[in-house]
Nanobody, 127 residues
Framework: QVQLVESGGGLVQAGGSLRLSCACA??????????MGWFRQAPGKERDPVAT????????YYADSVKGRFTISRDNAKNTVYLQMNSLKPEDTAVYYC??????????????????WGQGTQVTVSS
């Protein structure tokens, strides 16, 4: 069984920064075998990928809307994945979800590939 717990969301003014963390608790398989990703969902919209990261952390994917502002990273020794968000904009307001793809070997970017999800953390950016 795998559990993902996000933290770090909150209210911030436009131009500010937040860092999201996602701690993984897993029995059996280990965190370093999971492709990890961050997704977000705004009210009335679909859940979209924000950033994903490979097993080693050397390969990353970013949505065009966050390139140059957000950075995904992982610490396999701490079973944690991070999302550093800088230069936040009101359109970044959403619930942010951490997700694990436990079965792929390469990086994946679609929500359908991810089989385990956290409960979500709210990020609100005021103008």
């Amino acid at each position: 069984q795998v559990q993902l717990v996000e933290s770090g969301g909150g209210l911030v003014q436009a131009g500010g920064s937040l860092r999201l963390s996602c701690a993984c608790a897993a029995s059996g398989r280990i965190f370093s075998t999971y492709v990890m990703g961050w997704f977000r969902q705004a009210p009335g919209k679909e859940r979209d990928p924000v950033a994903t990261i490979s097993l080693s952390g050397y390969t990353t994917y970013y949505a065009d809307s966050v390139k140059g502002r957000f950075t995904i990273s992982r610490d396999n020794a701490k079973n944690t994945v991070y999302l550093q968000m800088n230069s936040l904009k009101p359109e970044d307001t959403a619930v942010y979800y951490c997700a694990a793809d436990r079965f792929s070997r390469g990086i994946t970017t679609t929500a359908a590939a991810y089989d385990t999800w956290g409960q979500g953390t709210q990020v609100t950016v005021s103008s």
